[in-house]
């Protein structure tokens, strides 16, 4: 079973990631989105740190991926490249974060600063 998380509880920055990516998302995405009901949880990636989103309340049931919205890469500490895409679902709410460490290693950290390099 999932285990939910509110945004706040994250690490690594992630919280941060995420407002990024939905400031990068279409207007009508970024008004959409509850972030006081908004919570999450790790996927197995192997640490690279992906996440699957869930308002409180809402069915988690049989949702399916839809579009992506928004992606950026970065460099890890140690100099691998990173990509990080937000999804939506097949309804339009937000679905997934995948973040994606080009040698597959575990995330190290996410730095202060996410310009777009893509």
Same mark, same amino acid.
């Given at each position: 079973?999932?285990?939910?998380?509110?945004?706040? +509880? /994250?690490?690594?920055?992630?919280?941060? !990631?995420?407002?990024?990516?939905?400031?990068?998302? =279409?207007? *009508?995405?970024?008004?959409?989105?509850?972030?006081?009901?908004?919570?999450?949880?790790?996927?197995?990636?192997?640490?690279?740190?992906?996440?699957?989103?869930?308002?409180?309340?809402?069915?988690?049931?049989?949702? +399916? /991926?839809?579009?992506?919205?928004?992606? !950026?890469?970065?460099?890890?500490?140690?100099?691998? =490249?990173? *990509?990080?895409?937000?999804?939506?679902?097949?309804?339009?709410?937000?679905?997934?974060?995948?973040?994606?460490?080009?040698?597959?290693?575990?995330?190290?950290?996410?730095?202060?600063?996410?310009?777009?390099?893509?």
């Amino acid at each position: 079973m999932d285990v939910f998380i509110q945004l706040d +509880k /994250l690490s690594r920055g992630l919280d941060r !990631l995420i407002y990024r990516l939905v400031e990068l998302s =279409p207007q *009508s995405v970024a008004e959409s989105i509850d972030f006081d009901s908004l919570q999450a949880c790790y996927l197995d990636d192997g640490a690279m740190g992906s996440l699957r989103f869930s308002e409180r309340g809402q069915d988690k049931g049989d949702r +399916k /991926l839809g579009k992506k919205v928004a992606e !950026l890469e970065f460099m890890d500490a140690d100099g691998i =490249p990173v *990509s990080a895409v937000l999804f939506l679902d097949e309804a339009g709410h937000l679905f997934e974060l995948d973040i994606f460490k080009a040698d597959f290693s575990p995330l190290i950290t996410i730095p202060s600063v996410l310009d777009i390099s893509s």
